[in-house]
């Protein structure tokens, strides 16, 4: 039985790595599953729910459950962060018995961030990839602490071919973006940014990667600031790459 | 030092924060984590596991149970001998106190570290009444002389060094100091020895104090937490009324997560159990003691659920040491008596969103924190309920953000709820950002995106995705040519309406107006 | 007996952010709340695991076989930290070893444990026993009672605890049990110390500055 996806492409991604999503599309066909996307959704509402704005949250709510409620088979977004937002608090922002609250319930126990699917649901850890490349690995703060996935993106990254995996220092520490976090305070953000592309060029990386496309957005950001060598991806591009072996 | 703030700009404090500071900070944090991580790994993680759920569940039952401890205390206590004082507000304390000390004509005080001292600004009320206040643990010691605040719970004066220090000394106390460090703490030392001596008060804080039999838990390692309460024949302790714990068993628990999360110590090594006055005359220790119980806006934290948690802290200053912000600006930052993730869930709670609205949002969720709180306290969740309160308001104060932001937001949260509005913003984007591009990147943008790429640039918008799925498929290739005319259509209207409007002289008319 | 009016409003307010009533009811502290209680190895093991924490601390520990090897040992200390007044706890234990006829047969001038403060600060040598020991983490419980002041164990500078082996015990929780109905208890884990001058370590702050323990076998 051929696995379905509903591509959940979250706001940063689809305007800023639309190359990332492409990517996910390759990977998961890859693997034998049948892509669909959902027309009409926007972004989940956690920029506003995480600033504090809950009553604002509610209406790009409506809408993801809108479009997600009435789909089959699983929800897979390249993002933690929206992944767990979807899950966790729609069922909280409307009042059981509601209709949203029903189908915030149902989409909650199938909606993944990718490599969580990869990992736990498809139970997959080596998805023929090939990259030949020294490639160090930033875990986003969501990923490994919410959804607690600190070895399944490595694991991914291992068994593709030709990669090397260089451990980063500090690798757990925050790379300073947390979404408004940024252009509130952005000084403090730009310090711990900092921190973190003096830490990957320390290392002899050619490559950074990145499961998080607001993280993402911060390190590539910094490391073209500095006009560095290092390269920033997303986990789902060094996946996509080499093709089929 | 510590008055309460009437407001907290963190991001001015951030502005001014010395340059030696973030390295000194990170000097001691590293050192504590790195102890911890060694202590902790002895227990093996299902052990500690188990003792920070338990240290969870104790703390929270006595929370959630508090009225009932409460009276318990105050009950052991009296019959030990003690008096219990009930102060609503940091005013109230002081005045408690200072009445204390005057009906005994103490002319000198020595006092323990007590955080909850350093929020009601105690040192200041007994100095400026003429009663000589001293700090005795060392760190508080040499900020008190230097008139700063502390800048890390644990290590107050890590900000210093030791020349900073040693010239500090020969300018107070008019002593020839060396810039070593244990001769410095010999100079305090001898110079402290003589203030226990002569004390006629002594002043606490506690780290727990235990209902079942009214006694206070103080955890230090000096040795002045026991000078201060054993010599001295009056003894005054001001406590918050969260620090109480229902039984010695919870000590139990406590006992190891407090010193292996602060200072990555089994134990510290002084632990002085304290109930009420001495028994007899025959033995050592004051004759008088007074519990001073504070609640000063806990109360208020106690109404909401989620934020209540905030009144589990242990001060352990574990979740500074971890977090990236903190390590990056250090305690002075956060502009009062707490700081690191614990300021910015507890100020805003006692000061109000008014005063420290400010700090709920000085984090970036990165959760560094839960993962390593003893008693795990949900402190990002508490921090999104708070910054709920600053912008929206709750049940327990009015918001304190311009209502402005509000109806961004608002506008915001309707535009994406209105799938056509969002692609059609999605594409717009894609050309009217044409005059900022360089390559794949926007490097500067006019505000308020400024406030982005002021530290980096931002990718190009191109949002594609859409159109190159839909031409997978012929049905799709269709829709995409209807969305395009669409999108056509409404763009040539908009530039439609804009030439009409300039071109008929609506557009000066309603400038002359305005500038009239 | 009047009402103390910041004692009911702040009772008040906790009581109805909480929603409880006055006098409801508490339900028994929930069973996740509690931790199992270590349990000890044998005599052995666990002395050398209380000294070999000690030692870590920066703590002297000496095993003593017998009653006879103690004025060697005391002659030892008193020499090398330079014993000139010393104090002793007039227990029963203490008097038994004659630790203080010891120590005055060795010149040292002794001071009552009931002296003053004053003169108990000029002691260089404070001798105590020990009422409970933890060998997880090297403490020294030591109770207070009109014959064990705690003074003598704060105010001189070399602090000498003489224990014995039925002081030990596995967990804090059996310790709780013996103590929590005291006045007054210290737990005394190495030499007092401090890093807070950048971060450097120094031992012997305002508590004794070197800490001896001997175990009598």
Redesign the interface.
């Not at chain 3, 929590?180 to 950048?198: A, L, N, Q």
């Not at chain 3, 012997?204 to 004794?208: N, Q």
């Given at each position: 039985m051929t696995v379905k996806v509903q591509l959940f492409v979250t706001c940063l991604g689809e305007n800023f790595f639309s190359n990332v999503l492409k990517d996910m599309v390759t990977v998961l066909e890859r693997l034998g599953a049948q892509c669909e996307l959902p027309e009409g959704q926007t972004c989940c509402g956690q920029p506003f729910y995480n600033s504090g704005f809950q009553s604002q949250t509610i209406e790009p709510a409506r809408n993801w459950l809108r479009v997600f409620g009435r789909t089959e088979g699983y929800i897979v977004a390249p993002s933690g962060s929206c992944a767990d937002f979807a899950r966790r608090r729609y069922p909280e922002l409307f009042p059981p018995g509601t209709r949203e609250h029903a189908l915030a319930v149902d989409t909650a126990t199938r909606t993944f961030e990718f490599s969580e699917f990869l990992t736990r649901v498809l139970k997959v850890t080596d998805v023929g990839a090939r990259f030949p490349h020294r490639v160090t690995y930033h875990a986003s703060c969501h990923i490994l602490r919410e959804l607690g996935l600190r070895d399944e993106p490595k694991q991914l990254l291992q068994h593709v071919e030709g990669l090397e995996l260089i451990p980063l220092p500090e690798e757990e520490i925050c790379c300073g973006f947390g979404g408004i976090f940024s252009v509130v305070y952005p000084e403090v953000s730009h310090d711990m940014m900092q921190a973190k592309v003096r830490n990957i060029e320390s290392i002899g990386a050619q490559v950074v990667v990145v499961g998080e496309p607001g993280c993402l957005m911060n390190i590539a950001g910094g490391l073209a600031k500095v006009g560095s060598p290092v390269r920033a991806m997303h986990l789902i591009q060094v996946l996509a790459a080499g093709g089929a072996r | 030092m510590s008055e309460a703030p009437t407001r907290i700009d963190f991001r001015s404090n951030v502005q001014h924060v010395q340059p030696q500071m973030p390295a000194a900070v990170q000097k001691a944090t590293m050192k504590f984590l790195g102890t911890r991580a060694s202590v902790v790994g002895i227990l093996g993680d299902d052990h500690w596991q188990a003792l920070r759920q338990a240290g969870h569940d104790l703390r929270l039952h006595a929370i959630n149970h508090l009225d009932y401890y409460l009276a318990q205390l105050e009950e052991q206590v009296t019959k030990a001998g003690g008096h219990v004082h009930w102060a609503r507000d940091a005013e109230e304390a002081k005045r408690i106190v200072l009445d204390i000390a005057q009906s005994h004509n103490v002319k000198r005080a020595v006092k323990v570290k007590s955080m909850a001292t350093e929020e009601i600004g105690l040192n200041h009320a007994l100095i400026d009444a003429g009663i000589q206040t001293l700090e005795t643990d060392l760190g508080e010691f040499i900020v008190q002389l230097a008139g700063v605040g502390p800048s890390h719970i644990i290590v107050p004066a890590v900000h210093l060094t030791k020349e900073g220090i040693a010239d500090l000394f020969r300018e107070k106390l008019g002593i020839d100091a060396p810039t070593d460090p244990v001769q410095l703490a010999a100079i305090a030392r001898a110079k402290l020895r003589q203030e226990f001596l002569a004390a006629d008060m002594g002043l606490s804080g506690a780290n727990f104090i235990v209902a079942e039999t009214g006694t206070l838990a103080i955890v230090t390692n000096e040795g002045n937490g026991r000078m201060c309460t054993t010599l001295p024949p009056l003894h005054v302790a001001v406590v918050g009324i969260d620090k109480v714990v229902p039984d010695w068993e919870s000590l139990n628990v406590l006992l190891k997560l407090l010193p292996r999360s602060a200072t990555g110590q089994k134990l510290s090594a002084y632990t002085s159990f304290i109930t009420g006055t001495r028994r007899t005359n025959d033995e050592n220790g004051p004759t008088e003691f007074h519990l001073v119980l504070l609640d000063n806006g806990r109360t208020r934290i106690l109404q909401d659920e989620v934020t209540r948690e905030t009144l589990l802290c242990i001060r352990c200053g574990v979740c500074l040491n971890v977090c990236p912000v903190y390590n990056n600006v250090g305690g002075h930052a956060y502009g009062w008596a707490y700081s690191g993730p614990i300021g910015a869930i507890l100020s805003p709670q006692l000061l109000g969103v008014e005063a420290a609205g400010d700090l709920p949002f000085a984090s970036s969720l990165c959760g560094a924190c839960a993962e390593y709180c003893p008693v795990k306290i949900p402190i990002p969740e508490i921090l999104i309920r708070l910054r709920r309160r600053v912008v929206e308001g709750d049940r327990v104060e009015d918001p304190s953000a311009s209502p402005v932001l509000r109806v961004a937001a608002e506008v915001g949260g309707r535009t994406l709820g209105l799938p056509w509005l969002y692609e059609f913003g999605s594409q717009l984007l894609k050309w009217v950002q044409a005059p900022w591009r360089s390559g794949g990147w926007l490097p500067n943008l006019p505000p308020p995106l400024d406030r982005w790429t002021m530290t980096r640039p931002l990718p190009a918008f191109g949002a594609d995705f859409r159109e190159w799925w839909r031409n997978r498929t012929p049905e799709g290739r269709r829709r995409n040519l209807e969305r395009k005319i669409g999108l056509g259509v409404l763009a040539g209207g908009l530039i439609a309406l804009a030439a009409w409007l300039l071109t008929s002289g609506k557009a000066q008319r309603l400038t002359r107006k305005r500038s009239r | 007996m009047s009402l103390?009016p910041?004692?009911e409003?702040?009772?008040g307010?906790?009581?109805m952010?909480?929603m409880?009533r006055?006098d409801?009811p508490?339900?028994p502290?929930?069973a996740?709340?509690?931790?199992a209680?270590r349990v000890a190895g044998d005599v052995n093991s666990e002395i050398e695991m209380l000294l070999s924490?000690i030692g870590k601390?920066s703590g002297n520990t000496r095993r003593v076989a017998h009653k006879q090897d103690l004025k060697a040992a005391l002659q030892d200390l008193v020499k090398t930290e330079g014993i000139k007044k010393a104090t002793v706890w007039k227990t029963p234990d203490l008097q038994e070893l004659g630790v203080a006829d010891v120590l005055r047969s060795l010149r040292v001038d002794m001071v009552s444990p009931?002296a003053d403060?004053?003169r108990l600060?000029e002691c260089d040598l404070g001798v105590t026993g020990v009422d409970a020991a933890?060998p997880?983490?090297?403490?020294l419980i030591l109770r207070?009672?009109?014959e064990r002041?705690?003074?003598v164990s704060?105010l001189p500078r070399v602090h000498l605890a003489i224990m014995r082996l039925s002081a030990l015990r596995a967990?804090?929780?059996q310790v709780?049990a013996d103590?929590?109905?005291?006045?007054?208890?210290?737990?005394?884990?190495?030499?007092?110390?401090?890093?807070?001058?950048?971060?450097?370590l120094?031992i012997?702050?305002?508590?004794?500055k070197s800490l001896h323990v001997w175990v009598m076998d």
């Open positions: - | - | 103390n910041a004692r409003e702040i009772l307010k906790v009581r952010a909480l409880r006055i409801a508490v339900p502290i929930p996740s709340a509690r931790v209680p924490e601390l009931h403060k004053y600060a933890l997880e983490t090297g403490t207070s009672s009109p002041p705690r003074m704060l967990d804090l929780h709780f103590v929590k109905d005291d006045g007054y208890s210290i737990f005394i884990t190495g030499p007092s110390r401090t890093s807070d001058i950048e971060l450097t120094t012997g702050v305002h508590g004794p």
